[in-house]
Structure formats: C-alpha cells, structure tokens
C-alpha cells in the first residue's frame, strides 16, 4: 500500500491544466489529459488523491470516491478518462485502491494561454483547508512553493 498523487488535466486548455500542473509540482504522477497512465501508477490497498478541475458551485471541495460503487462507471469516451473512471478500471484490473479522493478546482475558463489567477488562488485555498486531513496522511505540502512552481509553469505546455 501507498499514497498515490495523479493530476489530470489539458495543459492546452487553461485551467484544465491546474491538476496536471499541481501534481508535477509536488512530485505525484502527471497523467496529462486522458487519465489512461494512472491505471498503471495505481495498484491494490493504495490510498489515492486525483487532483483535477471540477466544473461545480463551490470553488474547491475535497470529494471521497466510493470505491465499492465504482465499478458501476460506465465510460463513453475511450480517449478521457475522469477520477471516478480510473478507479472503476483500476478495480475492474484488480488494483482497486482502498481510498480515493478527488481534490477538486472550479475553472474560471477553459482556453488558451495558460491557467487563470483565480484558479491558481483556488489551489491555494484548497490546500491550506485541507492541510491538516493531507498531512494525517503524510502529504507535506509547502503552498508557497507549490503557488511558485504552478505559476512558473502555467503559461508553458507540456513542460
């Protein structure tokens, strides 16, 4: 068992990027855009934490999957994959993980170039809110570092 990092995200469409880029900065598993590489990365009794944006109300949530109920996913599209769909295959391939959560990021907009202020100032809220539930399982997180490193890395694809 281990705790496992996968962002998802289109480094191509704004702020569909957040996730991609927060997991590259804090060393998880970038698994770019279509979700297909973190079924690879996930293996049986792992606690796992996708990061990815969320169209939603609020702002940022922290969201559990339920893992029992994911085998009832159904997946339309065979060149994406979401969080939920991951871990729907992944039990299907007898790697079903233990826990699984979705940190979750509104977008402001989905274009081109790079990802928005606001988005960025979401990531920033969302982990100094659920520091203290990431840390108990030892997920350290510098959110100043983290805020530079996205920001470096926002305007650049696929860097």
Not at 11 to 23: E, K, N, Q, T
Not at 79 to 84: A, E, K, N, T
Request: glycine residues 6%; negative net charge.
């Amino acid at each position: 068992m281990a705790i496992k990092i996968i962002g998802m995200g289109n480094r191509l469409y704004g702020d569909d990027a957040i996730g991609s880029l927060v997991a590259s900065c804090i060393g998880g598993l970038d698994a770019e855009a279509n979700g297909f590489q973190a079924l690879a990365f996930i293996e049986k009794g792992d606690i796992v934490f996708f990061i990815d944006a969320m169209i939603m109300d609020e702002e940022f949530n922290l969201f559990k999957i339920n893992v029992e109920k994911a085998e009832e996913t159904e997946i339309s599209d065979p060149h994406r994959l979401s969080p939920i769909q991951v871990v729907s295959l992944a039990k299907k391939a007898g790697n079903v993980p233990k826990e699984a959560y979705i940190l979750a990021i509104k977008p402001e907009r989905i274009d081109w170039p790079g990802v928005s202020n606001e988005a960025i100032e979401r990531v920033k809220k969302l982990f100094q809110k659920y520091n203290d539930f990431l840390a108990s399982y030892g997920i350290i997180i510098n959110i100043d570092e983290l805020l530079k490193c996205v920001k470096e890395k926002s305007n650049t694809p696929w860097i």
